[in-house]
């Protein structure tokens, strides 16, 4: 009795009708029609409704061309869903005992399977090592550590994707294979995401709590909330070694950044100091690099703000005039897009050849607000051009001003607080206003005095804070800093040297200039959820005056007291000891993971052996933000290059090229795309997301227009396999669900194809060893060529890793050269009796093998059909295909036979033209006749060994060859398949010329009009000219197909009823 449940979808979720009985697939049927039978009304109708549009498509100039396979498309319907129901334990194996189902469902493939891959150590390098195909070498990746704070999106699964591809090739090759998953405790977006969560459920903010309590309130929401990440990682297939999985806030971890930072302090690369560094107002912390958004703005725009009660302006520039000390009529107007930092500025400047100030070089201007007297300066700096020449100096708020304080002895003046208020250095009228409330009442002074000057629509870049929607100000904190201009001329020359291998290779300059610019990186955070900064302040009870701060290092209280007590010479146990409550950026742990997940600074077996790693797979916006972090530490703490390659993929766009954003409603979840998802549902997830109302209307919106009827489920085969078909290294990746779609039906293809050969193998099918098998025919020999160099090109992709070629390489054959061809060919002569048992053999080994290199893209797919195929006597088995050998194009080289394939393509040309005969004539069930006809001797030799499946893919009846010079058949059609051949086909008693003619004038007359609407056009420039000329050209042959197909017909007309009969 059959296990299986048909579970039917609930009702129409994308406004399709459902289709309930599951689809029969005609090509691979395994009873194919003969020929003549009686075909019902429903079929009859259901081809002709096809021809039409077939004949649609050819009048509207759709030409067919080979499509890679994340382009085609097909229209989706509703499928059933088969579930796997057979009682089966987490990690046993799945029962593959009964039947495949009717139909490809991913649910039902997809099931049971990685828990006992996870189950059997498949993934560990341990049992790699006792393969049979073990090479004895290691390949070692980590998985960019996602944060732990939500979920995956669509660009995570590309990178999980192409490492996963790529770690399963390595071990189904024999590595012994090491791929290390984690999570990132994400500083600040988990803290964010807890703050909101207290304050919504219990009304609480952090400050209420004591630090020991809200982290005790984080650790619990890790706990529950963490896993998810996990769940998405094997719902893609993910082959991680889970036993090594780490967290990089876990004890481990935590043991090496403490160890880091205190080798870096000794090293003298850490150091305090107050310096500028990013900061968030709304966070109260500073921030990194790649936590600022920078915003373009064409010129006045509004914008809301955190803490900001009404909508704030900015792309205005400001001019405000600074009186000449001592000339009453004279003054210098600078122009200024932060009123607000207007109290902290200490000079005016102006380049020192700027003639328009050369006779105030060395005087004194008022300062507009204070009154004060600040000095006039030159600068070389200055771009005379811009504005009036003349810029305001604010060393304690902008970069580029303080490094010109710096040069000229000027002291900054910090006036913006760290909760974005003004501070009292402004005076009493300004001190606590919010900063852009104190703009409105600057500008209203300034107007007051006499001293404004005018504003007018300027194009500027805003620095946003990405994890609040603040401005970023740019504030003097005392921090810890990592210098890293000497680790930085290191990076740079391991990429020149090509100790460090960049790919694609364009990244190269963007990492030199990176490195030659780098400035040190600020490590303190203001946060209470990291890794605490082990470094303590000195406490002196008894020091007198303005002494310097005294900070020591360690790695515990007790070794920071033994260090505090030889630089004071006083007794330990007497001294008072603070710890920073700052906390490290999560990127300095997130630099660290290569080795510190492999146990550093223990000596680990791990670390031994898979240190430094093989390769990092990352997307390029991590580049400088991530590797060039881990190649900094690596270098430093190691002694090593962490890694010796890294491939970077693109970025994950929409199907529009837009940038994946929770505001555009685009981002999508891999769970929704595999299992399918309703717009209802996606709606409730952006409604319970953090956008506020004006973004969530657009993005509702987005999402409404985008995806009209939800997602339909398409599999993680699919997903993974469409993913990989770009070529992500190159241009950004813009992904559509039609894409992934397309590999789904890809997938039903192959399960359609496995059906179809089990069903020819039999129970009792024992397989030849590969090495003996010979084939029987041209056509066999046809295959396995194909085959093997499928295997070589598939090992070259690999190599070179440019997995969208593997793709390329498998959809081709799959669907191409097996299921379009060989498995068409081969249909007649297993119909033979009795059954010859060549084509058979060949059919177990196209699946075998092709099964095996299809497994690194589509695991579950490749592990639920490879599981039924027979084993070859006389060896062992693999229990699991993702352990089995991959194919070798050396062991498949005696299969290549490049001349034969050269051969079959011309006959493949020729099953084109004959179709395309058959098309224009509308010989819809008809099996015509054909002859061939070559005035090359050699050419008729080519095609008399494939005759047999050329006139069954052509859909055609016998196929002879007529021997050169000799008169063709009256009445038969003629069409040249070269300059040298020609075929001919029998019309007599198939076509009725009468019925046919008005049909062909109908075509005929939609043509032309067409051609002559596209010869009216004014020819354009680029490609869409191009574009032109090839449509007029498609038309001008179709017209004359069908000339000459009408002028036969005629023909045929004037024929005696007798000369017809001949």
Same mark, same amino acid.
């Given at each position: 009795?059959?296990?299986?449940?048909?579970?039917?979808?609930?009702?129409?979720?994308?406004?399709?009708?459902?289709?309930?009985?599951?689809?029969?697939?005609?090509?691979?049927?395994?009873?194919?029609?003969?020929?003549?039978?009686?075909?019902?009304?429903?079929?009859?109708?259901?081809?002709?409704?096809?021809?039409?549009?077939?004949?649609?498509?050819?009048?509207?100039?759709?030409?067919?061309?080979?499509?890679?396979?994340?382009?085609?498309?097909?229209?989706?319907?509703?499928?059933?869903?088969?579930?796997?129901?057979?009682?089966?334990?987490?990690?046993?194996?799945?029962?593959?005992?009964?039947?495949?189902?009717?139909?490809?469902?991913?649910?039902?493939?997809?099931?049971?399977?990685?828990?006992?891959?996870?189950?059997?150590?498949?993934?560990?390098?341990?049992?790699?090592?006792?393969?049979?195909?073990?090479?004895?070498?290691?390949?070692?990746?980590?998985?960019?550590?996602?944060?732990?704070?939500?979920?995956?999106?669509?660009?995570?699964?590309?990178?999980?994707?192409?490492?996963?591809?790529?770690?399963?090739?390595?071990?189904?090759?024999?590595?012994?294979?090491?791929?290390?998953?984690?999570?990132?405790?994400?500083?600040?977006?988990?803290?964010?995401?807890?703050?909101?969560?207290?304050?919504?459920?219990?009304?609480?903010?952090?400050?209420?709590?004591?630090?020991?309590?809200?982290?005790?309130?984080?650790?619990?929401?890790?706990?529950?909330?963490?896993?998810?990440?996990?769940?998405?990682?094997?719902?893609?297939?993910?082959?991680?070694?889970?036993?090594?999985?780490?967290?990089?806030?876990?004890?481990?971890?935590?043991?090496?950044?403490?160890?880091?930072?205190?080798?870096?302090?000794?090293?003298?690369?850490?150091?305090?100091?107050?310096?500028?560094?990013?900061?968030?107002?709304?966070?109260?912390?500073?921030?990194?690099?790649?936590?600022?958004?920078?915003?373009?703005?064409?010129?006045?725009?509004?914008?809301?703000?955190?803490?900001?009660?009404?909508?704030?302006?900015?792309?205005?520039?400001?001019?405000?005039?600074?009186?000449?000390?001592?000339?009453?009529?004279?003054?210098?107007?600078?122009?200024?897009?932060?009123?607000?930092?207007?109290?902290?500025?200490?000079?005016?400047?102006?380049?020192?050849?700027?003639?328009?100030?050369?006779?105030?070089?060395?005087?004194?201007?008022?300062?507009?607000?204070?009154?004060?007297?600040?000095?006039?300066?030159?600068?070389?700096?200055?771009?005379?051009?811009?504005?009036?020449?003349?810029?305001?100096?604010?060393?304690?708020?902008?970069?580029?001003?303080?490094?010109?304080?710096?040069?000229?002895?000027?002291?900054?003046?910090?006036?913006?607080?760290?909760?974005?208020?003004?501070?009292?250095?402004?005076?009493?009228?300004?001190?606590?206003?919010?900063?852009?409330?104190?703009?409105?009442?600057?500008?209203?002074?300034?107007?007051?005095?006499?001293?404004?000057?005018?504003?007018?629509?300027?194009?500027?870049?805003?620095?946003?804070?990405?994890?609040?929607?603040?401005?970023?100000?740019?504030?003097?904190?005392?921090?810890?800093?990592?210098?890293?201009?000497?680790?930085?001329?290191?990076?740079?020359?391991?990429?020149?040297?090509?100790?460090?291998?960049?790919?694609?290779?364009?990244?190269?300059?963007?990492?030199?200039?990176?490195?030659?610019?780098?400035?040190?990186?600020?490590?303190?955070?203001?946060?209470?959820?990291?890794?605490?900064?082990?470094?303590?302040?000195?406490?002196?009870?008894?020091?007198?005056?303005?002494?310097?701060?005294?900070?020591?290092?360690?790695?515990?209280?007790?070794?920071?007291?033994?260090?505090?007590?030889?630089?004071?010479?006083?007794?330990?146990?007497?001294?008072?000891?603070?710890?920073?409550?700052?906390?490290?950026?999560?990127?300095?742990?997130?630099?660290?993971?290569?080795?510190?997940?492999?146990?550093?600074?223990?000596?680990?077996?791990?670390?031994?052996?898979?240190?430094?790693?093989?390769?990092?797979?990352?997307?390029?916006?991590?580049?400088?933000?991530?590797?060039?972090?881990?190649?900094?530490?690596?270098?430093?703490?190691?002694?090593?290059?962490?890694?010796?390659?890294?491939?970077?993929?693109?970025?994950?766009?929409?199907?529009?090229?837009?940038?994946?954003?929770?505001?555009?409603?685009?981002?999508?979840?891999?769970?929704?795309?595999?299992?399918?998802?309703?717009?209802?549902?996606?709606?409730?997830?952006?409604?319970?997301?953090?956008?506020?109302?004006?973004?969530?209307?657009?993005?509702?919106?987005?999402?409404?227009?985008?995806?009209?009827?939800?997602?339909?489920?398409?599999?993680?085969?699919?997903?993974?396999?469409?993913?990989?078909?770009?070529?992500?290294?190159?241009?950004?990746?813009?992904?559509?669900?039609?894409?992934?779609?397309?590999?789904?039906?890809?997938?039903?293809?192959?399960?359609?194809?496995?059906?179809?050969?089990?069903?020819?193998?039999?129970?009792?099918?024992?397989?030849? @060893?590969?090495?003996?098998? !010979? &084939?029987?025919? /041209?056509?066999?020999?046809? +295959? $396995?060529?194909?085959? #093997?160099?499928?295997? *070589?090109?598939?090992?070259?992709?690999?190599?070179?890793?440019?997995?969208?070629?593997?793709?390329?390489?498998?959809?081709?054959?799959?669907?191409?050269?097996?299921?379009?061809?060989?498995?068409?060919?081969?249909? @007649?002569?297993?119909?033979? !009796? &009795?059954?010859? /048992?060549?084509?058979?053999? +060949? $059919?177990?080994?196209? #699946?075998?093998?092709? *099964?095996?290199?299809?497994?690194?893209?589509?695991?579950?797919?490749?592990?639920?059909?490879?599981?039924?195929?027979?084993?070859?006597?006389?060896?062992?088995?693999?229990?699991?295909?993702?352990?089995?050998?991959? @194919?070798?194009?050396?062991?498949?080289?005696?299969?290549?036979?490049?001349?034969?394939?050269?051969?079959?393509?011309?006959?493949?040309?020729?099953?084109?033209?004959?179709?395309?005969?058959?098309?224009?004539?509308?010989?819809?069930?008809?099996?015509?006749?054909?002859?061939?006809?070559?005035?090359?001797?050699?050419?008729?030799?080519?095609?008399?060994?494939?005759?047999?499946?050329?006139?069954?893919?052509?859909?055609?009846?016998?196929?002879?060859?007529?021997?050169?010079?000799?008169?063709?058949?009256?009445?038969?059609?003629?069409?040249?398949?070269?300059?040298?051949?020609?075929?001919?086909?029998?019309?007599?008693?198939?076509?009725?010329?009468?019925?046919?003619?008005?049909?062909?004038?109908?075509?005929?007359?939609?043509?032309?009009?067409?051609?002559?609407?596209?010869?009216?056009?004014?020819?354009?420039?680029?490609?869409?000219?191009?574009?032109?000329?090839?449509?007029?050209?498609?038309?001008?042959?179709?017209?004359?197909?069908?000339?000459?197909?009408?002028?036969?017909?005629?023909?045929?007309?004037?024929?005696?009823?007798?000369?017809?009969?001949?």
């Amino acid at each position: 009795m059959s296990h299986l449940s048909l579970a039917f979808l609930r009702p129409p979720l994308w406004g399709l009708r459902p289709s309930w009985g599951l689809p029969r697939s005609h090509a691979l049927s395994t009873q194919p029609e003969p020929y003549g039978s009686p075909i019902s009304r429903r079929n009859r109708e259901a081809k002709q409704k096809r021809l039409r549009e077939k004949q649609a498509a050819l009048e509207a100039g759709i030409v067919g061309k080979s499509k890679s396979p994340a382009e085609s498309s097909k229209a989706w319907t509703l499928k059933e869903i088969v579930l796997y129901e057979i009682p089966t334990e987490r990690g046993e194996r799945k029962d593959v005992s009964g039947p495949l189902p009717p139909a490809y469902s991913p649910q039902y493939v997809e099931a049971a399977w990685y828990p006992w891959w996870v189950r059997e150590g498949f993934f560990k390098p341990e049992y790699q090592a006792r393969l049979p195909q073990a090479t004895g070498e290691t390949f070692s990746m980590c998985i960019p550590p996602p944060n732990v704070t939500g979920s995956l999106h669509i660009g995570h699964a590309l990178t999980v994707a192409i490492q996963d591809v790529l770690v399963r090739w390595h071990r189904m090759r024999g590595d012994q294979v090491l791929w290390v998953p984690g999570s990132d405790h994400a500083g600040i977006a988990t803290q964010a995401v807890v703050e909101k969560q207290l304050w919504k459920e219990r009304g609480v903010r952090r400050h209420e709590l004591s630090r020991e309590d809200f982290l005790r309130e984080v650790w619990k929401w890790k706990e529950e909330k963490g896993g998810e990440i996990c769940e998405q990682l094997q719902a893609l297939g993910a082959s991680l070694d889970w036993d090594r999985e780490c967290f990089t806030m876990d004890a481990g971890s935590s043991v090496a950044v403490t160890e880091a930072f205190v080798r870096l302090y000794e090293a003298g690369l850490l150091y305090r100091n107050q310096q500028l560094v990013n900061w968030s107002c709304a966070l109260r912390s500073a921030i990194s690099d790649i936590e600022v958004e920078n915003r373009p703005l064409p010129g006045h725009t509004e914008l809301r703000l955190p803490g900001c009660p009404t909508p704030v302006s900015f792309g205005l520039l400001i001019s405000v005039a600074f009186p000449v000390d001592g000339e009453p009529d004279a003054e210098v107007v600078v122009g200024t897009t932060r009123p607000e930092t207007l109290p902290g500025d200490v000079a005016v400047a102006v380049h020192p050849d700027d003639s328009r100030y050369a006779h105030l070089h060395g005087r004194q201007l008022r300062h507009p607000l204070t009154g004060q007297l600040i000095p006039l300066i030159t600068d070389s700096a200055v771009q005379p051009h811009v504005g009036t020449g003349a810029v305001k100096v604010t060393p304690a708020h902008s970069p580029a001003d303080a490094e010109m304080g710096a040069r000229h002895g000027l002291s900054p003046l910090s006036v913006i607080a760290e909760d974005g208020t003004m501070t009292s250095v402004c005076g009493e009228w300004l001190q606590g206003l919010h900063r852009f409330v104190a703009r409105e009442k600057i500008l209203s002074v300034l107007r007051e005095r006499g001293l404004f000057r005018g504003l007018q629509n300027h194009p500027m870049v805003l620095p946003l804070c990405s994890r609040s929607g603040d401005v970023v100000e740019y504030l003097l904190k005392s921090q810890w800093f990592v210098r890293c201009q000497e680790m930085g001329e290191q990076a740079a020359k391991a990429v020149e040297s090509g100790a460090l291998e960049l790919s694609p290779s364009f990244h190269q300059k963007n990492w030199q200039h990176w490195f030659s610019h780098i400035g040190d990186w600020c490590v303190s955070r203001q946060l209470w959820w990291g890794h605490q900064i082990p470094a303590y302040l000195v406490i002196d009870d008894h020091a007198k005056g303005d002494k310097e701060d005294c900070w020591v290092v360690g790695r515990s209280e007790a070794e920071a007291r033994e260090v505090a007590a030889k630089l004071t010479g006083r007794p330990g146990a007497e001294l008072r000891l603070e710890r920073d409550p700052d906390v490290l950026d999560t990127w300095f742990s997130s630099a660290l993971f290569p080795f510190s997940a492999l146990g550093w600074p223990q000596e680990t077996l791990d670390l031994a052996r898979f240190y430094p790693l093989s390769l990092l797979e990352t997307g390029s916006d991590l580049l400088l933000f991530w590797v060039g972090r881990m190649v900094l530490l690596g270098t430093q703490l190691t002694g090593q290059l962490p890694f010796s390659k890294v491939l970077l993929h693109s970025m994950v766009r929409d199907r529009q090229g837009r940038k994946m954003s929770k505001s555009l409603g685009n981002v999508l979840d891999p769970r929704d795309i595999i299992s399918g998802v309703e717009l209802q549902v996606l709606q409730e997830k952006l409604r319970d997301g953090n956008l506020d109302p004006a973004e969530l209307a657009i993005a509702a919106a987005a999402q409404r227009k985008d995806f009209p009827h939800g997602i339909p489920e398409c599999g993680t085969d699919a997903l993974r396999f469409t993913l990989c078909s770009h070529g992500a290294q190159g241009d950004d990746l813009n992904l559509s669900i039609s894409e992934v779609l397309s590999s789904r039906h890809f997938c039903n293809k192959i399960w359609n194809a496995l059906r179809f050969i089990l069903g020819v193998l039999g129970e009792k099918f024992v397989p030849q @060893p590969a090495e003996e098998l !010979s &084939p029987s025919s /041209p056509v066999d020999a046809w +295959i $396995l060529s194909r085959l #093997a160099l499928t295997a *070589l090109e598939c090992e070259r992709a690999f190599l070179t890793r440019e997995l969208s070629l593997v793709t390329h390489a498998l959809h081709r054959f799959w669907l191409h050269n097996l299921c379009d061809v060989y498995l068409e060919a081969v249909k @007649p002569v297993l119909s033979h !009796s &009795p059954r010859p /048992p060549g084509p058979p053999q +060949i $059919l177990f080994s196209c #699946a075998d093998i092709g *099964l095996r290199l299809l497994a690194p893209l589509m695991p579950f797919l490749a592990e639920e059909l490879w599981q039924r195929l027979p084993s070859r006597p006389g060896c062992s088995p693999a229990p699991s295909v993702s352990v089995a050998p991959y @194919p070798s194009a050396c062991s498949l080289e005696h299969w290549r036979q490049p001349e034969l394939e050269r051969h079959f393509s011309q006959v493949q040309e020729a099953v084109q033209a004959l179709r395309a005969l058959r098309a224009t004539y509308q010989l819809t069930k008809a099996r015509p006749r054909v002859l061939l006809q070559s005035s090359e001797p050699g050419e008729q030799g080519l095609f008399e060994a494939f005759l047999e499946p050329l006139g069954t893919l052509s859909r055609c009846g016998a196929v002879g060859l007529l021997p050169p010079g000799v008169a063709a058949p009256s009445g038969w059609a003629q069409a040249p398949l070269s300059d040298t051949l020609q075929a001919y086909m029998e019309l007599q008693g198939l076509v009725d010329p009468q019925t046919h003619l008005p049909l062909l004038a109908s075509r005929r007359h939609k043509l032309q009009k067409q051609l002559d609407g596209l010869m009216a056009q004014n020819p354009v420039e680029g490609e869409a000219e191009t574009k032109r000329q090839q449509r007029l050209s498609v038309l001008q042959m179709e017209l004359s197909k069908l000339d000459k197909a009408a002028s036969h017909l005629r023909e045929l007309m004037n024929e005696s009823p007798s000369s017809r009969e001949l």
